[in-house]
């Protein structure tokens, strides 16, 4: 999923650390922020408290890629992770204990749904031009 959003006076450093922010406090999560030599600017995100929540389905993973275009402009692509471990978990709690089935049915619905909250976080921030797929 790749947006472009306009800047408004500000950076694309203020667009990452205002999603490592929303990452942080509103969804519990660690997050790892790295800039390449042409100023894209990448986002790591996991869940806190990996180990426990991933035995029990309910991880989250994903990174963020920031790349400016121009002065005033800038594109924010986010790439999901952990989906085979999920549905692999899904499939084996099913059979030996279906109460893990539920919790990783939630964590499999989170991931899903994390991309459309940090874009609907970025909006209210930045006045979106166009969503690219």
Known sequence: ?????????????????FTCRFLEDNENMETQCLTS???????????RHGKYKQILGLDKALSVKFNPIGNDYFS???GEAKW????VALATSWFVFWPLAVTSGIGIYKQ????GKIIRELSTAFIPERKLN
């Open 112 to 115: 899903k749904s994390l991309p």
């Open 84 to 87: 085979a471990d999920k549905g």
């Open 1 to 17: 999923m790749t947006n472009i959003y306009k800047l408004n006076g500000r950076t694309v450093k203020d667009a990452a650390k």
């Open 76 to 78: 924010v692509e986010i």
């Open 37 to 47: 030599l042409d100023d894209e600017i990448f986002i790591q995100a996991r869940a």
